[in-house]
């Protein structure tokens, strides 16, 4: 067993690459940073906790990477540059062979987006696994909730629901063959942070949220902020590459209220549409348009043929669900 | 039971009252803050635990408090003003008669010094509380463990000793009468971050660490990180009220190894002793000197009358201890 201070040392104390912007990481009762002047400080802060948001004895490696994944799936729904993180750890033990690979996981993630670990803490307990990530945005360019207009158009970020749908093999809701759900899975376990796509969308782009907790109750949250209403298009929603293979009812509910995709869903002008297009590009990530803004409030489903949709569908609430 | 949503909305959520430093509050997907003008920021994370940081059926009131309190006095350590804080929260279920005098507490602190709710998550699950805090300090003014240097005095506001006798009564390692455990256990449940004293030490201390692994630990970090040693007078510790009415042995066990103090021990050159009784004064609180850096490396215990002690003591592990 290490101690609490080898743990720190050995599997996450480096020394700070951007020393510009970090003038003091691991070690002392703060870190220091200098954020750029004049930009505005992004941050949020996300807590995962085994048994619920994650399987016992997951892949430390690839949960490592998600843990800090989807905090910089916030980051990128401000669009915001990541800049720094803090991690806090509770663990039932100290073991090498599971903090060797949760650390390398993370500090990959970290490194492909220059985020910096600056700090954190580690305790006994239940596995929990806290961070806060630190990103940089120009004053009034984030990507808020409530900026949506009347006649923005809706769009979708890559593709939805295979998490869920992975769930879904996992849980037996429904039968998937070895491949299908392996091949899901993925997407549940090393979600792909939109990072370039959110900073080219900071001044075409209205309002964002990231898809966590599925795409009806985030963009209900961009809807309620915003005091407006929306018009999706069921079947105009990027389904996963193994969602794709399945029924229509299967396909519609998984993408409208999965979870864990990590997409970007954000509002912008009709009259963008082409630089949206192109900023995607270069992003390298396709975007699809899938609804419309409206004046009215609430969220109404139409199928292909523009007829409605009656579907029952519920967002993820943790004091909700079982 | 209150779902996720208006559980934050409810006693997590309120109008920033700094819309200067904070431009967007909790709500989106990231917290907004603008530091002000060529300020470096501080920051600070802090995870506690059911079972392992307090009792299980802690008085939810003061546990507020003191998640709060032990991030500040990581600011205080530093000596940067409170500027905003994060809450992560993982709950075993949403009870009003828990989440009220919970939010009170906390906020109650964070109103003391102008330390605003800015954002967090809140999940299902063992009892754990993550809390990161943003201080705002001016370039090279921070005070680091890395800066003390040979001769200097060795400080400590307040007193010591007392959370660590109130364990020592619960646990049933010595007999204390109810007064005098409920007396000693005021500094266990609601520690008093030195906020202010920090801020006045800019310029005059050195270096600076808050004892909450017990005063030879923490003290230990300075030492190790500023390559320097030291010599202690144990008998010139400031014990707590009721620890200075137990016998010599227990009164320097608790004064130099108890934890869960929140004082601040600080190194300054002994020409500023006038100025650090003075910042003191005006920070409204006792600082007492205890001892003297050295070159040699270690720590050195004497007694009262110069006399090396020597002492078994260990300071808080968190993978050491069962």
Redesign the interface.
Same mark, same amino acid.
């Given at each position: 067993?290490?101690?609490?201070?080898d743990?720190i040392a050995q599997y996450f104390t480096r020394p700070a690459r951007d020393t510009v912007r970090v003038?003091?990481s691991v070690?002392?009762? /703060?870190?220091?940073?200098?954020?750029s002047?004049?930009m505005?400080?992004? %941050?949020?802060? @996300?807590?995962?906790?085994e048994?619920?948001?994650f399987f016992p004895g997951a892949d430390p490696f690839w949960l490592g990477h998600k843990c800090l994944a989807v905090n910089l799936s916030?980051?990128a729904?401000?669009g #915001?540059k990541p800049l720094?993180f803090?991690?806090?750890? #509770?663990?039932p @033990?100290?073991r090498a062979e599971w903090l060797a690979p949760f650390s390398q996981g993370m500090l990959a993630l970290a490194d492909a987006h220059g985020c910096e670990l %600056?700090?954190?803490?580690?305790?006994?307990?239940?596995l929990?696994i /806290?961070i806060?990530v630190?990103?940089e945005?120009a004053?009034g360019q984030?990507l808020?909730?409530?900026r949506a207009m009347v006649s923005d158009d809706i769009w979708i970020s890559g593709t939805l629901g295979d998490a869920r749908l992975a769930l879904a093999g996992y849980r037996n809701e429904l039968a998937l063959d070895a491949d299908a759900l392996e091949a899901a899975a993925q997407r549940m376990h090393a979600p792909t942070p939109r990072v370039a796509l959110g900073q080219t969308l900071c001044g075409l782009a209205h309002a964002?949220?990231?898809i966590s907790d599925g795409l009806v109750g985030d963009l209900g949250h961009i809807l309620q902020?915003s005091r407006v209403g929306a018009t999706l298009d069921a079947d105009a929603l990027p389904a996963g590459p193994m969602l794709s293979m399945q029924p229509q009812d299967v396909r519609r509910r998984c993408a409208l209220a999965g979870g864990d995709d990590y997409e970007l869903c954000f509002t912008a002008p009709a009259k963008r549409r082409a630089e949206i297009l192109d900023a995607a590009r270069s992003a390298g990530i396709a975007v699809t348009r899938v609804g419309t803004i409206e004046s009215a409030p609430g969220l109404r489903l139409v199928g292909a043929n523009g007829a409605p949709l009656n579907l029952q569908l519920s967002s993820f @609430?943790?004091?909700?669900?079982p």
């Open positions: 067993m290490l101690s609490e201070f743990l003038a003091l070690g002392d009762d /703060c870190a220091l940073i200098a954020p002047p004049g505005q400080l992004a %941050i949020s802060t @996300d807590m995962l906790v048994g619920r948001h916030d980051l729904a401000m #915001a720094a803090t991690l806090a750890l #509770a663990l @033990d100290s %600056i700090g954190g803490d580690t305790t006994k307990g239940p929990n /806290c806060t630190f990103g945005v004053p984030a808020r909730r409530d964002a949220i990231d902020r @609430d943790h004091f909700a669900s």
